[in-house]
């Protein structure tokens, strides 16, 4: 049962657009939400998140919205930059206890 | 701050031996550590909690026997494979939060590449 899912497996946005990554969860009780980057054969770094009792929050390029009713999060960057390359998790929890990981998008930005 | 170091990051071993993969917090102390598994091109899978102190708590599915969990202190927790086999070829990342708190991040080490031959 994937309670965190990311359906689209990769994205290619051109160098200075807006690049729009999209999460869908399934479990009500998730209360803070997260967006993680992953280079290959690292470890994931942490980038933004948002507790449920917001719909947005903003951090430089990087903004995420949460609509609660559809239990669906979006990750957008703008402007999208090469070294915006990597795979993006959706991440979720519950209470601060263990947090469960959407399958990754892998965003490509070209130059 | 908020680092997370781990080690080997990576590791080949022979089929039965047993390998440890060190995870330290290097400028916060950790009461509960996360371990992660991930397969190519999927998702990490939390596979235990680490609790400084106690016994860890491990996901539905993943053998506690074959894959031991130390945390001895609290900048300090262990995952010990033992009698590696192929399929437990992975990359294994650990985790903390770097503050208590009801939601505070979690920080990843950079992982351990393991094949076993």
């Known amino acids: 049962d994937q309670q965190v899912k990311q359906n689209s497996p990769s994205l290619s946005v051109q160098e200075g657009r807006i690049s729009i990554l999209n999460c869908d969860y399934t479990?009500?009780?998730?209360?803070?939400f997260l967006w993680y980057k992953k280079y290959p054969a690292e470890g994931p770094t942490f980038l933004i998140s948002i507790s449920s009792i917001k719909d947005k929050n903003e951090d430089g390029r990087f903004t995420v919205f949460l609509n609660k009713s559809a239990k669906h999060l979006s990750l957008h960057i703008v402007p999208s930059q090469p070294g915006d390359s990597a795979v993006y998790f959706c991440?979720?929890?519950?209470?601060?206890?263990?947090?469960?990981f959407g399958a990754g998008t892998r965003l490509f930005v070209k130059a | 701050g908020a680092v997370v170091s781990q080690h080997p990051s990576w590791v080949i071993c022979k089929s039965g031996t047993s390998v440890k993969i060190e995870c330290r917090s290097l400028d916060f102390q950790a009461t509960t550590m996360f371990w992660y598994r991930q397969f190519p091109k999927q998702s990490l899978m939390l596979m235990a909690t680490?609790?400084?102190?106690?016994?860890?708590?491990?996901e539905q599915g993943v053998e506690k026997d074959k894959f031991l969990i130390n945390h001895a202190s609290l900048t300090l927790s262990t995952l010990t494979v033992t009698s590696a086999h192929p399929e437990d070829s992975s990359f294994y990342i650990c985790?903390?939060?770097?503050?208590?708190?009801?939601?505070?991040?979690?920080?990843f080490g950079n992982g351990t590449r393991l094949t076993v031959t």
């Open positions: 479990n009500s009780m998730f209360d803070y």
């Open positions: 680490s609790n400084e102190g106690s016994k860890a708590t491990y």
């Open positions: 991440a979720a929890s519950t209470g601060g206890f263990k947090t469960i």
């Open positions: 985790s903390a939060r770097d503050r208590l708190g009801y939601n505070s991040p979690l920080h």
